[in-house]
């Protein structure tokens, strides 16, 4: 039997090495979470040939059941899912199984998102522009044990951390809006006309105007502009 080139170029025989060598293990063992079967099968698609994908989910009940019946290496997980969003995932799984392994991955780059799910127990946090190859590679690295972000998502960490980002004010503010309201913010301060959002939202702009009033006074602010400049030294947008 050939031997691997580390172990020959440690000297090791060929006798001495068939006594100690460990039976090889079988890929990692993923579980998707996400509530867009297309996505889903994207992501299979790219991981697939290097990750055993032995489950997958579209919102929070399925996603407790799949994980606590596969117990995979690295849980897939999705921020926003039907049923209470990934965090209620995280607590629910976690109260059955609590050194399971989630790594966040979603289209969402808010502080909010990212520091709630971490806050919840997920051992990091990608978006969904990441490639196969380097999803394949923080899955690995999620499953050895190290925390995985995505290099602007650190940033929010480790702002949270040091006091930058005030998360239990963040936190409490925006507990005052819906989640829909919370949408309407988003969109509106990141430069979207009403005409826009309500695309988006598959609203009518008159719905996106009685949000964002609603939004305003919420927030004890005057104008697009205030909520803009909020949102984003809240690292929101």
Same mark, same amino acid.
């Given at each position: 039997?050939?031997?691997?080139?580390?172990?020959?170029?440690?000297?090791?025989? %060929?006798?001495?090495?068939?006594?100690?060598?460990?039976?090889?293990?079988?890929?990692?063992?993923?579980?998707?979470?996400?509530?867009?079967?297309?996505?889903?099968?994207?992501?299979?698609?790219?991981?697939?040939?290097?990750?055993?994908?032995?489950?997958?989910?579209?919102?929070?009940?399925? &996603?407790?059941?799949?994980?606590?019946?596969?117990?995979?290496?690295?849980?897939?997980?999705?921020?926003?899912? %039907?049923?209470?969003?990934?965090?209620?995932?995280?607590?629910? *799984?976690?109260?059955?199984? %609590?050194?399971?392994? /989630? #790594?966040?991955?979603?289209?969402?780059?808010?502080?909010?998102?990212?520091?709630?799910?971490? +806050?919840?127990?997920?051992?990091?946090?990608?978006?969904?522009?990441?490639?196969? %190859?380097? #999803?394949?590679?923080?899955?690995?690295?999620?499953?050895?044990?190290?925390? *995985?972000?995505?290099?602007? #998502?650190?940033?929010?960490?480790?702002?949270? /951390?040091?006091?930058? $980002?005030?998360?239990?004010?963040?936190?409490?503010?925006?507990?005052?809006?819906?989640?829909?309201?919370?949408?309407?913010?988003?969109? $509106?301060?990141?430069?979207? &006309?009403?005409?826009?959002?309500?695309?988006?939202?598959?609203?009518? $702009?008159?719905?996106?105007?009685?949000?964002?009033?609603?939004?305003?006074?919420?927030?004890? #602010?005057?104008? +697009?502009?205030?909520?803009?400049?909020?949102?984003?030294?809240?690292?929101? *947008?």
């Amino acid at each position: 039997m050939t031997q691997p080139d580390g172990l020959a170029q440690a000297g090791a025989s %060929p006798a001495a090495s068939d006594e100690t060598t460990q039976p090889a293990r079988g890929p990692l063992r993923v579980v998707v979470v996400d509530d867009h079967a297309m996505f889903r099968t994207g992501v299979k698609a790219e991981i697939g040939r290097s990750l055993d994908v032995v489950g997958e989910a579209e919102d929070v009940e399925s &996603a407790v059941r799949v994980v606590v019946a596969t117990h995979p290496d690295v849980v897939l997980l999705d921020v926003h899912l %039907p049923g209470g969003g990934g965090v209620e995932v995280l607590r629910r *799984v976690h109260e059955r199984e %609590p050194d399971q392994r /989630f #790594l966040a991955l979603s289209v969402s780059d808010a502080a909010e998102d990212v520091i709630g799910v971490i +806050r919840g127990g997920a051992r990091g946090y990608v978006t969904k522009s990441i490639s196969g %190859p380097e #999803l394949v590679d923080a899955v690995r690295r999620v499953a050895e044990g190290d925390a *995985v972000f995505s290099p602007r #998502l650190a940033g929010f960490v480790l702002d949270a /951390f040091s006091g930058a $980002i005030d998360v239990a004010a963040v936190d409490e503010d925006l507990d005052r809006l819906s989640v829909r309201e919370r949408e309407v913010m988003r969109l $509106i301060a990141r430069g979207y &006309a009403y005409k826009e959002v309500a695309k988006e939202l598959f609203i009518s $702009i008159k719905t996106v105007e009685t949000h964002v009033s609603s939004v305003l006074r919420k927030l004890q #602010l005057s104008n +697009r502009h205030q909520l803009t400049r909020w949102a984003t030294d809240r690292r929101l *947008v």
